[in-house]
Nanobody, 137 residues
């Protein structure tokens, strides 16, 4: 099973951009469906975006980030990215990537959209440790 490490978080002003990376080790990430999730301390975790395994031809976003965030994958680098543009105050959170080997994309996207609890999170094979994104003027 792969291990995931996120990076790229930081402090940005409203309207700014960041690009997060989720790098896998110990396995081949292109065999996994991968998603980005976020959590504000004290609040429930929520889904952000997900991308299908292999070529990544299937992508889903939650409504709040559509048109601003872009998920992509570079299998040669064993990495999934989240390009975040036009960041808003409400985008501030700890961002996590998570991956699952067996779950189909439709099921993963449904889980991503309804993600709330620790139990929801337990359905995915592996999570990274998170990277913090702060948005402040």
């Amino acid at each position: 099973q792969v291990q995931l490490v996120e990076s790229g978080g930081g402090l940005v002003q409203p309207g700014g951009s960041l690009k997060l990376s989720c790098v896998a080790s110990g396995g081949t990430l292109d065999h996994y469906t991968v998603g980005w999730f976020r959590q504000v301390p004290g609040k429930e975790r929520e889904g952000v975006a997900c991308i299908s395994k292999s070529s990544g031809e299937k992508i889903e976003y939650v409504d709040s980030v559509k048109g601003r965030f872009t998920i992509s994958r570079d299998n040669a680098k064993n990495t999934v990215y989240l390009q975040m543009n036009d960041l808003k105050l409400e985008d501030a959170a700890v961002y996590y990537c998570a991956a699952d080997w067996a779950m189909g994309f439709i099921q993963f996207a449904e889980l991503m959209r309804r993600m709330r609890t620790t139990e929801d999170a337990s359905y995915l094979d592996v999570w990274g440790q998170g990277t913090e994104v702060s948005v402040s003027s």
